[in-house]
């Protein structure tokens, strides 16, 4: 018996030594790791050009009224190649205060900038941009009964009621949806499961959920997004398949099975 206790004792003790050593090598290898992704993302931007930003009144592209039923398939006008609408750009935390409170200020910083985007206001300063997302917060609070992780839908009732923007909930989305409202001058902003993003800039593993700016797309193959969840966010570029599997609703802090949805904004006729 005093055997058997001495083995059981040395082999937790071993599995101990293992896990503790696991957990080191882990804390060891992630930054170095997080330091390579950082390095790889930016030789990757620093090879695309992005393109020219767009003029707020830039013509849209012509949209074709939907054929009737009994009539034959028509083909979508041709899309520009490229878009790159001029979308002022602010962080989730613009004193770099990444507190509770700044971690869940995601949705606040997409509709700011998107608000001020449509109003062809800049956001002047990190005072500035904290004023105006606790005023977010306060409606949220009022008129919601909380503010953290809210939906695409009560995202779309905060956009409508502060900055009288049209919202749409777009729940076919495709990269096809998405380029057209882009090039109509119309903003996307989705909710996101945020691990599956892979921005090496976020404190790792990321945000489970997150909700960021989708401001334009290039030639080839990226989304151009303003991503309020790091200070280096500003025109930051998604692989388009990452960014579209990546897009799910909040559904209980799941959003990796939440609804496939994105906020269609424009301003109101």
């Given at each position: 018996?005093m ?11 071993s ?21 390579i ?5 930016e ?6 050009q992005?393109p020219?930003v767009t ?13 009737e ?6 083909e ?10 001029n ?27 998107v ?14 941009a ?5 005023e977010?917060?306060?409606?949220e609070?009022k ?13 779309a ?17 495709s990269s096809?949806?998405l380029?057209?409202a882009l090039?109509n001058?119309k ?15 976020f404190?790792?593993p990321?945000p ?8 334009g797309?290039?030639?080839?193959g990226?989304f ?5 969840g790091t200070k280096r966010?500003?025109?930051f ?13 909040y559904n209980n802090n799941?959003?990796?099975e ?6 269609i904004v424009?301003n109101?006729?």
């Open positions: 018996m055997k058997q206790a001495i083995k059981s004792g040395q082999k937790l003790h599995r101990i030594l293992l896990l503790i050593l696991v957990t080191a090598l882990g804390l060891w290898l992630g930054p170095g790791q997080r330091r992704a950082i390095k790889q993302y030789q990757t931007a620093a090879s695309i992005l020219e003029p707020a009144n830039s013509q849209p592209v012509n949209q074709k009224p939907a054929p039923s009994n009539a034959p398939n028509s979508p006008d041709s899309l520009p190649a490229q878009v790159n609408l979308v002022p750009f602010t962080s989730q935390a613009p004193e770099g205060v990444w507190d509770t409170r700044h971690e869940e200020y995601c949705e606040e910083a997409s509709t700011l900038m608000g001020r985007f449509f109003r062809g206001e800049s956001i002047v300063g990190p005072k500035d904290e004023a105006a997302m606790r977010l917060e306060s409606w609070v008129n919601l009964g909380y503010s953290a992780s809210t939906t695409a839908a009560e995202t009732q905060l956009l409508e009621a502060v900055y009288a923007v049209g919202v749409k909930l777009e729940n076919n989305v096809e949806a380029k057209r090039a001058n903003l996307v902003i989705v909710p996101a499961a945020g691990q599956e993003l892979g921005n090496p800039y404190k790792q990321g489970r959920y997150h909700m960021l700016v989708v401001k797309y290039t030639n080839t990226y151009i997004t303003n991503d309020p966010g500003a025109n570029l998604y692989k388009e398949k990452i960014l579209l599997d990546a897009i799910g609703d799941n959003p990796a939440g609804a496939k949805v994105a906020l424009s109101r006729p």
